[in-house]
T-cell receptor, first 116, second 113 residues
Framework: AQSVTQLGSHVSVSEGALVLLRCNYS??????LFWYVQYPNQGLQLLLK??????LVKGINGFEAEFKKSETSFHLTKPSAHMSDAAEYFC??????????????FGRGTQLTVWP | NAGVMQNPRHLVRRRGQEARLRCSPM?????VYWYRQLPEEGLKFMVY????????ESGMPKERFSAEFPKEGPSILRIQQVVRGDSAAYFC???????????FGSGTQLSVL
């Protein structure tokens, strides 16, 4: 069974500071991992995904995430926060194969606040 | 190329009424997924459909909920005899064949009075 835990439902940083959003997963098979961002009153937008290639994945808007199998983690980082990064971020896992290809298991989300 | 289109954006129903949520996938996408987002929770998978076929409905409540994706027209998520606990944001996503990348719509916020 797949599951995702996001540590910290709220994270606050100052503009220009490092952003670190934590995600741990459990999976019975090699997983596909995703980070999505949700702005108010909008759908989810894919930031980046890991599909068993390079363990360090670069996404849009300067975000990146590192897959660490030994720690079952897929933390999201950005070196310097912008005000426009304020949103809710969701980590998700999928078995990524067959009929379960698009069945994602989401974490509860982390609300990122960026202070000027 | 328009994204995933969901309508209505907001839907208000009284207890016992029916709710019909519509989703038009991106052009060229043959796979549709429905997810539900309850307050303070992440999205939870409900159902996966291809044209005229339900592939995986393991996340659907056993009663009152149904989904379809006809040969022509949008996918429909139907909730009969709604209850207050059905109040949530319902998101539709689509993907091309055999690609693990979902494109999400803006959702339908269902409020049950």
């Amino acid at each position: 069974a797949q599951s995702v835990t996001q540590l910290g439902s709220h994270v606050s940083v100052s503009e220009g500071a490092l952003v670190l959003l934590r995600c741990n997963y459990s999976s019975s098979v090699p997983p596909y991992l995703f980070w999505y961002v949700q702005y108010p009153n909008q759908g989810l937008q894919l930031l980046l995904k890991y599909t068993s290639a390079a363990t360090l994945v670069k996404g849009i808007n300067g975000f990146e995430a590192e897959f660490k199998k030994s720690e079952t983690s897929f933390h999201l980082t950005k070196p310097s926060a912008h005000m426009s990064d304020a949103a809710e971020y969701f980590c998700a896992v999928s078995e990524g194969r067959g009929s379960t290809l698009g069945r994602l298991y989401f974490g509860r989300g982390t609300q990122l606040t960026v202070w000027p | 190329n328009a994204g995933v289109m969901q309508n209505p954006r907001h839907l208000v129903r009284r207890r016992g009424q029916e709710a019909r949520l519509r989703c038009s996938p991106m052009k060229g996408h043959s796979h549709v997924y429905w997810y539900r987002q309850l307050p303070e929770e992440g999205l939870k998978f409900m159902v996966y459909l291809q044209k005229e076929n339900i592939i995986d409905e393991s996340g659907m409540p056993k009663e009152r909920f149904s989904a379809e994706f006809p040969k022509e027209g949008p996918s429909i998520l139907r909730i009969q005899q709604v209850v207050r606990g059905d109040s949530a944001a319902y998101f539709c996503a689509s993907s091309p064949r055999d690609v693990v990348k979902l494109f999400f719509g803006s959702g339908t916020q269902l409020s049950v009075l």
